[in-house]
């Protein structure tokens, strides 16, 4: 069974600093995999998703790679600011099954002013 | 991007109750759906993939006859939680895929359930 891990749990860092959150998955046989974030009783919003043929995306102050070989993901966020300030998953769609997504237990971040 | 709809946004209930909560795909159909649901300081977990027109998967675990779900048309999924208790209280969210392939997940706003 597929188990995403991602690291450090939470993060402090003063605004205007660089970051990288990192995710790890055990099955590399994966269709995609996305980057969500979530702010405190709220729902998810999408960041960027990877197809597994890709090796990164971007968006704004964000890139997200991927290696899938090494079961590896990087979200690398330029310039932090506060309103960056909530908390970070990834998640994997496998190759095979019903398409659900596995989740990562998250990294919560914190932009201090 | 697509947008999926979930109601509602948070409810609090007596214990023995029954909560439905809705997911709509309000501008594409979606054939499958999926329920997470997230305890306090943990991650999405899933608990149940829905089927337009056939009965859902559940996972291992998760009581079916507690856990109804519903979908009924292309757009809306609905997940009934029966006889509820308070260890039911959790985050729960729907997702959905949109039956053209695209391969992003999209998530409704989620619903905060408190059992009383």
């Known amino acids: 069974k597929q188990e995403v891990t991602q690291i450090p749990a939470a993060l402090s860092v003063p605004e205007g600093e660089n970051l990288v959150l990192n995710c790890s998955f055990t099955?590399?046989?994966?269709?995609?995999l996305q980057w969500f974030r979530q702010d405190p009783g709220k729902g998810l919003t999408s960041l960027l998703l990877?197809?597994?043929?890709?090796r990164e995306q971007t968006s704004g102050r964000l890139n997200a790679s991927l290696d899938k070989s090494s079961g590896r993901s990087t979200l690398y966020i330029a310039a932090s600011q506060p309103g960056d300030s909530a908390t970070y998953l990834c998640?994997?769609?496998?190759?095979?099954?019903?398409?659900?997504?596995?989740f990562g237990t998250g990294t919560r971040l914190t932009v201090i002013p | 991007g697509a947008v999926v709809s979930q109601h509602p946004s948070r409810v609090i209930c007596k214990s023995g109750t029954s909560v439905k909560i809705e997911c709509r795909s309000l501008d594409f159909q979606a054939t499958t759906m999926f329920w997470y649901r997230q305890f306090p300081k943990q991650s999405l977990m899933l608990m149940a993939t829905s089927n337009e027109g056939s009965k859902a998967t559940y996972e291992q675990g998760v009581e079916k006859d507690k856990f109804l779900i519903n979908h009924a048309s292309l757009t809306l999924s609905t997940l009934t939680v029966t006889s509820a208790h308070p260890e039911d209280s959790s985050f729960y969210i729907c997702?959905?895929?949109?039956?053209?392939?695209?391969?992003?997940?999209?998530f409704g706003q989620g619903t905060r359930l408190t059992v009383v």
């Open positions: 099955d590399s046989a994966i269709y995609n």
């Open positions: 998640a994997v769609r496998p190759q095979t099954g019903a398409n659900n997504l596995f």
């Open positions: 997702s959905a895929r949109d039956r053209q392939g695209i391969p992003e997940a999209f």
């Open positions: 990877i197809q597994s043929s890709q």
